[in-house]
């Protein structure tokens, strides 16, 4: 693709601005690491902008401790010293949602992550926030969790400018359908190839 430009200009009614500007849904699944990675870059993009932004890690346990956590609470803390970037909230399963106020066990991960979408349902149709990163999504749609058909209809209908990104492996076909970006990593080498294990800074 020509860098800046695009191949096709659709006939859409809309002028270059508003079609620039209309809001995404992203995907970012694969079988390869960076995934997130690639996600929470995005974000750090959207914070400099001064957006909202909402992450809602799905399947990493409370006990994991993500290096992009600590940074973006850090530029939280920033947003309301300061004013610097926009306000960010961050909530994982295995804590237990914040907004339950119940911890999270691996016999109840599923009602968790039912309870979750939920909440980002009811985020949406308040147009709470300007990027979501729903982190791992994909596996609760894999394993029934929560039902995919739903998923695409609501955000395929949010109300807005509200981007959401997506990551996880084995996306669903129809939510792959209804995204309008859809990156997938796959492996041509790898560390652990070698018996390396992942380390600090570079996997947390």
Known sequence: ?????????PDDGLSTRQRRNR?????????MKGKSTAAFGTALR???????????????????????????????????????GGPVEWHKMGE????????GTEEDHAAAAAEGW???RRRLAAEAHDLYVLDEFTYPM??????VAEV?????????RQHVIITGREAAPELIEAADLVMETRK???????GQKGQRGIEW
């Open 1 to 9: 693709m020509p860098q800046g430009r695009v191949l096709t200009v």
């Open 23 to 31: 809001p995404l849904l992203v995907v970012h699944t694969g079988e």
């Open 46 to 84: 959207a914070w400099n902008q001064g957006w909202s932004i909402g992450v809602f890690q799905f399947v990493k346990s409370a006990k994991w401790k993500v290096g992009e956590e600590e940074a973006f609470k850090a530029l939280h803390r920033v947003h309301v010293e300061t004013g610097a």
């Open 96 to 103: 237990g949602w914040s907004w339950a106020r119940k911890k």
């Open 118 to 120: 939920a909440e980002i």
């Open 142 to 147: 894999k394993w029934g969790w929560v039902d």
């Open 152 to 160: 695409v209809s609501v955000l395929t209908s949010r109300p807005g």
């Open 188 to 194: 041509i080498k790898h560390p652990m190839d070698a």
